[in-house]
């Protein structure tokens, strides 16, 4: 479509084609740490690491989508992303994605309480996840919902980790992968909400381009999280 004054923009197949390939290509499955998971090579202390680290990303969710929705004057989107945050946070306590982490956390043999105080977290992951935030608070709208778009990738990343994790460290209770498994059809559908709100209000080439800027910044924050944790407990 051209529009008066402008560069045409791309159609909406190219758009979500480009958005696929520049995150597929920096998603963090391509991470040292992440193929050394997968394939079975990190120790007890890596795992937890992972786990405890991880954790402080998972809190800045429920803040950044609360950011999301106070950029947003419609009713609709806000009811529409409002779920985002009851997801994580639950409706009750005990509930939620939150939780479920804090389960995991019990499950590779943490202390509960000292996650939740975040108080280990590495400087290098808090300054990644704050940058999240940071990012979304700063950009537009569109573009803070484009960061998101990393959920176009994270079905398949959470189905092969739960495959990984019961093959490869059995001394993790199983009944504590439920995040993982959860993730696995929500992000789908997150994906989805996010994708059509993209389509719908990045209307020239410029904004088409500002969003997938946005969602390469959310790869290398994701990148920036796992440097953070190889560099604290190295990969053999």
């Not at 946070?89 to 939620?96: A, I, N, Q, T, Y």
């Not at 803070?144 to 189905?159: K, Q």
């Not at 994790?165 to 696995?184: D, I, N, Q, S």
Request: glycine letters at 6%; charged letters at 30%; a neutral charge.
């Amino acid at each position: 479509m051209t529009e008066a004054g402008n560069t045409p923009r791309m159609d909406a197949d190219a758009f979500v084609a480009r958005l696929r390939v520049e995150g597929e290509k920096r998603y963090h499955d391509r991470h040292p740490f992440h193929i050394a998971m997968h394939a079975g090579k990190l120790s007890r202390e890596q795992i937890q690491a992972w786990v405890r680290n991880r954790f402080y990303y998972q809190t800045r969710i429920p803040i950044k989508d609360a950011v999301i929705l106070s950029k947003s004057e419609d009713p609709a989107f806000r009811r529409l992303w409002m779920h985002r945050i009851v997801d994580h946070d639950g409706k009750v306590d005990g509930e939620g994605g939150l939780a479920q982490w804090l389960r995991l956390a019990h499950g590779v043999g943490l202390d509960v309480d000292a996650v939740k105080s975040l108080r280990e977290v590495l400087p290098g992951v808090r300054f990644a996840c704050d940058a999240y935030v940071t990012l979304v608070r700063e950009r537009p709208l569109v573009e803070a919902v484009a960061s998101s778009l990393t959920e176009f990738f994270s079905p398949d990343i959470m189905a092969r980790r739960i495959v990984a994790w019961e093959t490869h460290y059995p001394w993790v209770e199983a009944e504590t992968l439920a995040y993982f498994r959860g993730r696995v059809t929500r992000a789908k559908e997150d994906s989805r909400e996010a994708i059509d709100y993209v389509l719908a209000h990045a209307t020239t080439l410029e904004s088409q381009d500002r969003c997938i800027d946005a969602l390469i910044t959310k790869t290398q924050i994701l990148w920036a999280l796992l440097d953070a944790l190889t560099t604290a407990h190295p990969l053999g």
